[in-house]
């Protein structure tokens, strides 16, 4: 499994080590920012799976850097870290850029390393999903046009007993169905 990457925002460069610190013993790579523009930065540079942002910075706030990644890299899972928890902040990080979770300063390590974990988990599920949608459109688009040169092939015919009735096909047929699936594959 690849190891996943971790942005740390803040504009407070002892919470950032401090943060660090906490999670070195974890399997992340983890990259810092001091503002939402060195961020941003960053994220279009490597891709990045998880962000810890700071609420209030200098410049960019914390809910409007993560209003940003929502908008233009949902799939990154978001969470913000604040010394000042009022309502209205957090009502507009919750609002605008959708977090995962919001923690105080100062945090509680374990529950912060949980987080992450979870938001991680969450990640990958959530990406998973995305893979096994577009197999699914796909695998529908295939369905369609295979219905569309050999109409009636996916239709189930059944007795009054429910079982499966299926009509004799000539030696052409299939041959026929033969041939296209060796020339399809």
């Not at 660090?20 to 279009?44: F, G, K, P």
């Not at 850097?65 to 913000?80: V, Y």
């Amino acid at each position: 499994m690849e190891r996943k990457c971790i942005l740390i925002v803040d504009d407070d460069i002892s919470v950032l080590r401090a943060l660090v610190r906490v999670l070195d013993d974890e399997n992340y790579d983890i990259m810092t920012a001091e503002s939402a523009a060195a961020a941003r930065a960053q994220i279009e540079k490597h891709p990045v799976q998880l962000i810890i942002s700071d609420a209030m910075m200098p410049g960019t706030s914390g809910h409007e850097f993560l209003s940003w990644a929502r908008t233009c890299h949902p799939n990154i899972i978001r969470t913000m870290l604040t010394g000042k928890a009022d309502i209205k902040t957090v009502m507009k990080a919750v609002n605008e850029g959708e977090i995962y979770r919001f923690f105080t300063k100062p945090w509680d390590p374990i529950d912060l390393k949980l987080s992450i974990r979870l938001g991680l988990e969450k990640y990958d599920l959530e990406e998973e999903r995305r893979l096994l949608l577009r197999t699914v459109v796909k695998q529908r688009s295939e369905f369609e046009r295979i219905e569309k040169e050999f109409p009636g092939i996916a239709s189930v015919k059944r007795d009054n007993a429910d079982a499966i009735v299926l009509e004799e096909m000539s030696e052409a047929e299939i041959e026929e169905i033969k041939q296209w699936c060796k020339n399809n594959q």
